[in-house]
């Protein structure tokens, strides 16, 4: 095959030009791309130019009203010369021009990456570089020891050791995705779980069940768009800090919830005010009656939450709400509801955020193509 944009000759099912150091095909579809096209024209996929130049670092100081002011912008290849300059603002320990060197490139970071916090070691005063929101936070999770990527924040708000496997793999794909701009290795992907003790038979039958997130090519793994998504959502709840786990990593299936949670998740109470046969809107009992779902809680779960949230357009949905609808329908209610919820988050992606009950693009689809009569 030949690159598009320049002719040369490249090997059968090559996705990037070594000549002219350009994408040839989309990573998503795999179809040809259009020169100087921001996105895939035929799956909307978004094109992220490859990087040919040098990486661009950014050193900021500063120290009192009358004192010193130092800025920079420097090459990684001239870092080198800047080291004697900066040296004399900073009261930096001379060892050899390679641990300077080292040691500069610890504190700046280049033009697209994580926010940095550089302070004067005499004030105390800081300056904040504003990275990547994205990037910045996936690396709070991530960290780089020696050759190897490891799990360095590790409370992911994962409900059981199923969704801490699922949270994992997707936040760990979405790190290469917007850190490394590349996909994964499968050993790479199944080395990060082994190391938390999570790689088994149950996240392989999670990893085929939740194909649709992934696009897999040979021996590599990437995200989806709808992957990308999933993955941001879980991000997002890391650092929410109204969102709390209830799986602890180090105490295995054990749980860390507090009493007065415990005591609510075990008794859900009738919301009073919830109105399941509106005049305006369809109600829930014909709602149920247009979809099969069986006996099975999950399915019962996933159409009382898309009901509350798609056709009475409640903001907040949690248990209680739930819990109403299991009652107005006179269907049995599973003996832990909470547990019950968490299970069909983690095991079935149907729905999301537990605290906030969401249906999400795989719950849509099992409901409007699915379930429904």
Not at 90 to 116: C, F, V, Y
Not at 253 to 269: A, D, E, L
Request: glycine letters at 6%; proline letters at 3%; charged letters at 25%.
């Amino acid at each position: 095959m030949k690159c598009q944009f320049c002719n040369q000759e490249l090997p059968d099912g090559a996705k990037f030009c070594y000549k002219c150091n350009k994408q040839i095909v989309c990573l998503g579809c795999g179809v040809p791309l259009i020169e100087d096209s921001p996105i895939c024209v035929y799956c909307g996929k978004e094109i992220k130019p490859r990087q040919a130049q040098a990486n661009v670092n950014h050193i900021k100081y500063s120290e009192t009203e009358t004192g010193k002011s130092f800025e920079a912008s420097f090459s990684d290849e001239t870092a080198g010369n800047v080291v004697d300059v900066f040296a004399q603002f900073l009261p930096i320990k001379r060892n050899n021009g390679s641990q300077q060197h080292q040691s500069l490139l610890q504190m700046s970071q280049t033009e697209d990456a994580n926010a940095e916090e550089i302070a004067d070691a005499t004030t105390g005063t800081t300056n904040v570089i504003p990275g990547n929101d994205d990037e910045t936070r996936i690396n709070k999770i991530f960290t780089i020891k020696g050759d190897s990527i490891i799990l360095f924040e590790k409370r992911l708000k994962a409900n059981s050791k199923s969704d801490q496997q699922s949270r994992i793999c997707l936040l760990f794909l979405l790190y290469y995705k917007v850190v490394a701009h590349k996909e994964v290795s499968r050993n790479d992907l199944n080395n990060i779980l082994g190391k938390e003790n999570l790689y088994d038979s149950n996240f392989r039958s999670w990893l085929s069940k939740h194909h649709s997130y992934f696009i897999i090519d040979n021996n590599t793994i990437e995200l989806s768009p709808e992957g990308e998504e999933k993955a941001k959502v879980f991000l997002n709840e890391v650092f929410d800090m109204n969102i709390e786990g209830t799986w602890n990593p180090n105490g295995g299936s054990g749980q860390t919830i507090s009493s007065n949670v415990s005591s609510k998740r075990k008794n859900p109470q009738v919301v009073g005010k919830l109105d399941l046969m509106p005049k305006n809107k369809e109600t829930l009992d014909d709602f149920m009656k247009r979809h099969k779902y069986g006996k099975r809680s999950p399915q019962t779960n996933l159409l009382f939450v898309y009901y509350l949230k798609q056709i009475l357009g409640i903001n907040v949905v949690n248990q209680d709400h739930i819990y109403t609808c299991y009652r107005h329908m006179k269907i049995t209610i599973p003996n832990n509801l909470y547990k019950s919820l968490a299970d069909t988050i983690s095991r079935n992606g149907w729905i999301e955020n537990i605290s906030n009950l969401n249906v999400t693009t795989q719950g849509i689809n099992e409901v409007e193509q699915r379930m429904k009569i």
